[in-house]
Antibody, heavy 120, light 111 residues
């Protein structure tokens, strides 16, 4: 059974850093494209980043230069390193597996989400 | 402002049919990229509802269907049920952004 479990969220001061983890089971992270999607309180979904199976990474303009997506193949875990956090980064962060059809594919499995609150 | 445009809300009585539109541009839907739809119940993660414009994953009722034409797509729900009350999002890929894009979401109310 495919499962994604996020952790690492919490309350952080503006300008601070936080690393989210997404532990996967039931499939191999390194063989799939994996994404992070966030949802600010009461708002819609916003795509944040993707890492391809080959290792290429892409980011939304709103986080480019501040966030880094990575994976640890030995732990079958996806990460999102978030630096220089701003109040507008406050959101629930979901990790999701991208389906087997390339960059424009659907997100077939989602984690439960991890809340990040940036506030003084 | 989302790259893909959806109506903020739609409503319908039980048993009725509703549609939710998703309008994009020449760099996403109009470029031939697939459209996918998600259902999000309050306090839960999104769930894949329609993939590849019109395909239903296993377990999704036949009442849900998707259609794409030109720079737009739509989700239709027939035989509305109270349990369909949720937020619905469309998603595609945008070549100018080199990443996925979502619609702003549509809140479905079953009257």
């Amino acid at each position: 059974e495919v499962q994604l479990v996020e952790s690492g969220g919490g309350l952080i001061l503006p300008g601070g850093s936080l690393r989210l983890s997404c532990a996967a089971s039931g499939f191999t992270v390194s063989n799939n494209y994996m994404s992070w999607v966030r949802q600010a309180p009461g708002k819609g979904l916003e795509w944040v980043s993707v890492i391809y199976s080959g290792g290429s990474t892409y980011y939304s303009d709103s986080v480019k230069g501040r966030f880094t997506i990575s994976r640890d193949n030995s732990k079958n875990t996806l990460y999102l390193q978030m630096n220089s956090l701003r109040a507008e980064d406050t959101a629930v962060y979901f990790c999701a597996r991208v389906g087997p059809c390339g960059a424009d594919c659907y997100l077939d499995y989602w984690g439960q989400g991890s809340l990040v609150t940036v506030s003084s | 402002q989302s790259v893909l445009t959806q109506p903020p809300s739609v409503s319908g009585a039980p048993g009725q049919r509703v549609t939710i539109s998703c309008t994009g541009s020449s760099s996403n839907i109009g470029a031939g990229y697939d459209v996918h739809w998600y259902q999000q119940l309050p306090g839960t993660a999104p769930k894949l509802l329609i993939y590849g414009n019109s395909n239903r994953p296993s377990g999704v009722p036949y009442r849900f269907s998707g259609f794409k034409s030109g720079t737009s797509a739509s989700l239709a729900i027939t035989g509305l049920q109270a349990e369909d009350e949720a937020d619905y999002y469309c998603q595609s890929y945008d070549s100018s952004l080199s990443g996925s894009v979502f619609g702003g979401g549509t809140k479905l109310t079953v009257l």
